[in-house]
């Protein structure tokens, strides 16, 4: 793992930004493994003005979402689909048909789960997977207790998960209880990842994530096993970390960033 740890949440957000529009730049064909989430609304915000300012362009791109609630349709506001168009998609020039979400309404979601998988395969796999991180530890859906080898599958949503997002739902009880995600080995085949992490909160599931076992209680721990991890954090985030002096001698304020 690359540990970059940045004063304030808006620097880790536009280093998060950069370095994805640095991968296309330098393939324009790439495959992207995209997440959702408030932790990733600052990174679109800034890829699309990255784009604005001609600095990228998204027009050979194809993209994967790591995730969709089961039983959301498309147009449904708090889909993941609506979140991609709105944040991301429709404000760029990739074409509407290189995006790819899992399908919250197919009437056999276990297939339509594998059909996911196999239209990552045959993609040529994710080029630069793109992760946020639960409170929990969980990577995409996967919640603690999940097959480090798992693929892109249906999963159950803990209690707290739930609560996390119901922010965006009328009420708890409307807040789905199923997703479709990709499993934490369909992570971990990406060439590279980007984890961006953010704020207090998310500062025990860090030091799990980096410094713990390695231990399906803790699934975005798989990525110590990652050959290129680069996780990118605020100072809050990085505040339970034991070995932080070391991460910051290794790299001082973060001085890896990306300058387009």
């Avoid at 950069?18 to 600052?42: C, E, F, H, I, Y």
């Avoid at 209690?159 to 996390?164: F, G, Q, S, W, Y």
């Avoid at 799990?208 to 076992?213: H, K, L, R, S, Y």
Wanted: aromatic letters at 6%; a negative charge.
């Amino acid at each position: 793992m690359k540990i970059l740890i940045h004063d304030t949440a808006e620097a880790a957000e536009k280093d998060t930004a950069r370095r994805l529009a640095q991968a296309v730049n330098k393939k324009p064909d790439s495959v992207l493994g995209l997440a959702t989430g408030g932790t990733m609304t600052r990174v679109y915000e800034e890829l699309v003005a990255l784009y604005n300012q001609k600095r990228v362009s998204f027009s050979e791109a194809t993209t994967f979402n790591l995730d969709e609630y089961i039983g959301l349709p498309a147009e449904h506001p708090c889909s993941y689909h609506t979140y991609m168009r709105e944040a991301l998609f429709k404000h760029i020039d990739i074409p509407e048909a290189a995006t790819h979400l899992p399908d919250g309404m197919a009437s056999h979601p276990d297939q339509a789960a594998a059909d996911y998988e196999a239209a990552i395969h045959a993609a040529g796999g994710i080029d630069l997977q793109l992760l946020g991180i639960g409170h929990n530890g969980h990577i995409g859906f996967n919640e603690p207790s999940s097959s480090l080898q798992s693929r892109t599958r249906v999963k159950t949503l803990t209690e707290d998960t739930r609560r996390a997002n119901q922010r965006y739902f009328a009420s708890f009880d409307e807040t789905p209880i199923y997703a479709i995600t990709m499993g934490i080995a369909t992570i971990m085949d990406a060439r590279e990842c980007l984890l961006l992490a953010t704020g207090a909160g998310k500062a025990d599931a860090v030091a799990a994530m980096i410094e713990g076992p390695m231990s399906a209680n803790c699934p975005a721990s798989a990525l110590q096993m990652h050959q290129t991890a680069t996780i990118l954090l605020d100072s809050e985030a990085a505040s339970r970390l034991a070995n932080r002096a070391y991460y910051e001698y290794v790299h001082p304020k973060g001085d890896d960033s990306v300058q387009l």
